[in-house]
């Protein structure tokens, strides 16, 4: 559990230090949601 714990934090401390702020890393996260989101919805017609 601890591991997961770690692998974690490493995850989100590298993609906000990728983005420079949290909003910078907020904002790209919510596009990658509606990228995805358009590209599935494209898939179930």
């Given at each position: 559990?601890?591991?997961?714990?770690?692998?974690?934090?490493?995850?989100?401390?590298l993609a906000l230090?990728?983005?420079?702020?949290?909003?910078?890393?907020?904002?790209?996260?919510?596009?990658?949601?509606?990228?995805?989101?358009?590209?599935?919805?494209?898939?179930?017609?």
């Amino acid at each position: 559990m601890k591991y997961l714990l770690l692998i974690f934090l490493a995850v989100v401390s590298l993609a906000l230090t990728g983005c420079g702020t949290i909003g910078g890393a907020l904002s790209g996260a919510g596009q990658d949601l509606s990228t995805s989101g358009e590209w599935v919805k494209s898939i179930g017609q």
